[in-house]
């Protein structure tokens, strides 16, 4: 159980252009579900919060135009990148969550390369 | 602000040589404290939640302990399959996690 997938694992696309990263919850519903972004030998950061059905929160430092989350059924949540330059370059993973649960549940992951 | 240092960054064993891996923490009101796996090029994977502090939780061949200012991930006989990066992670405020750097923990066959 718990299980949460993330669509593509890897994309390659050119400077300007926009790239959309799906994350869904095969096996629960998801009330909640986050956005991270990982750089080598650093921690998780957190780039925005979403629940089911409302408008994502995103932490400090983190533009919103730029990195746009819809969150519109309790299994899918997308990621758009838009306008990509090569410093959006990362890996960029979702986790889900239910309303009560503390735990986070982890999809495997988005490399993003910006050329 | 929320703060987690994890002890040491890399940790080389060898199999069956075990260790622990430590977590220190500083939260307000701390909610639960999670341990993850994560493999190279891949999402964290879920291994313990630890809520108060005597609390023990093990797995296989892992331990999670947890004391009112860190955590301990006690790894007894470790395999090579077990070489990943450990990372540690502390709740506050509900659901926004705060994680740590992790562990890179390294098992020679």
């Known amino acids: 159980g718990a299980v949460v997938s993330q669509h593509p694992s890897r994309v390659i696309c050119k400077s300007g252009t926009s790239v959309k990263i799906e994350c869904r919850s095969l096996?629960?519903?998801?009330?909640?579900m986050f956005w991270y972004r990982q750089f080598p030998k650093k921690s998780l950061m957190l780039m925005a919060t979403?629940?089911?059905?409302?408008?994502?929160?995103?932490e400090q430092g983190v533009e919103k135009d730029k990195f746009l989350i819809n969150h519109a059924s309790l299994t899918l949540s997308t990621l758009t990148v838009t306008s990509a330059h090569p410093e959006d370059s990362s890996f960029y993973i979702c986790?889900?969550?239910?309303?009560?649960?503390?735990?986070?549940?982890f999809g495997p992951g988005t490399r993003l390369t910006v050329t | 602000e929320d703060q987690v240092t994890q002890s040491p960054e890399a940790l080389r064993l060898q199999e069956g040589e075990s260790s622990s891996l430590n977590c220190s923490y500083t939260?307000?009101?701390?909610?639960?404290l999670f341990w993850y796996r994560q493999d190279p090029g891949k999402g964290p994977e879920f291994l313990f939640t630890?809520?108060?502090a005597g609390e023990e939780k093990e797995k296989e061949r892992l331990k999670a302990t947890l004391t009112k200012k860190e955590s301990f991930l006690h790894i007894t006989a470790p395999k090579p399959e077990d070489s990943a990066t450990y990372l540690c992670?502390?709740?506050?405020?509900?659901?926004?996690?705060?994680f740590g750097i992790g562990t890179k923990l390294q098992v020679i066959p």
């Open positions: 979403s629940n089911e059905g409302s408008k994502a929160t995103y």
């Open positions: 630890l809520y108060s």
């Open positions: 939260v307000s009101g701390l909610r639960g």
């Open positions: 986790s889900a969550g239910t309303r009560g649960n503390y735990e986070q549940y």
């Open positions: 096996d629960f519903q998801a009330t909640t």
């Open positions: 992670a502390v709740q506050a405020d509900y659901q926004k996690v705060t």
